[in-house]
């Protein structure tokens, strides 16, 4: 069993940064592929970023692509996105997610979950 707890969200204005942290903890933290995910209100949950168990390979989805970045420490059993430039469209509750196998992309599945943390964008 993995548990996943998310933290970092809040309120930044347009043009802001935040970074989001995914504490992992259970089973070996370097043996899983990690990824985020964000859900907006009435919207379907959505593929932001991926990062594969050594951290050699990263997926990004378009939306945020030259604008966040993934990024795992294995030594802190951490998973992190650091959010630049965010417009009021990156507003969702974002997810932090593991897996034994490394995908990147909408239609990915993921086996592990945390419980979400809130980021908001003001215009």
């Known amino acids: 069993q993995v548990q996943l707890v998310e933290s970092g969200g809040g309120l930044v204005q347009t043009g802001g940064s935040l970074r989001l942290s995914c504490a992992v903890s259970?089973?070996?933290?370097?043996?899983?592929?990690l990824g985020w995910f964000r859900q907006a209100p009435g919207k379907e949950r959505e593929f932001v970023a991926a990062?594969?168990?050594?951290?050699?390979?990263?997926g990004y989805a378009d939306s945020v692509k030259g604008r966040f970045i993934i990024s795992r420490g294995n030594a802190k059993n951490t998973l992190y996105l650091q959010m630049n430039s965010l417009k009021p469209e990156d507003t969702a509750v974002y997810y932090c997610?593991?897996?034994?196998?490394?995908?990147?992309?909408?239609?990915?599945?993921?086996?592990?979950w945390g419980q979400g943390t809130q980021v908001t964008v003001s215009a």
């Open positions: 997610a593991a897996d034994p196998y490394y995908c990147s992309g909408q239609g990915c599945r993921y086996d592990y």
């Open positions: 259970g089973r070996t933290f370097s043996r899983y592929a």
């Open positions: 990062t594969s168990s050594s951290g050699s390979s990263t």
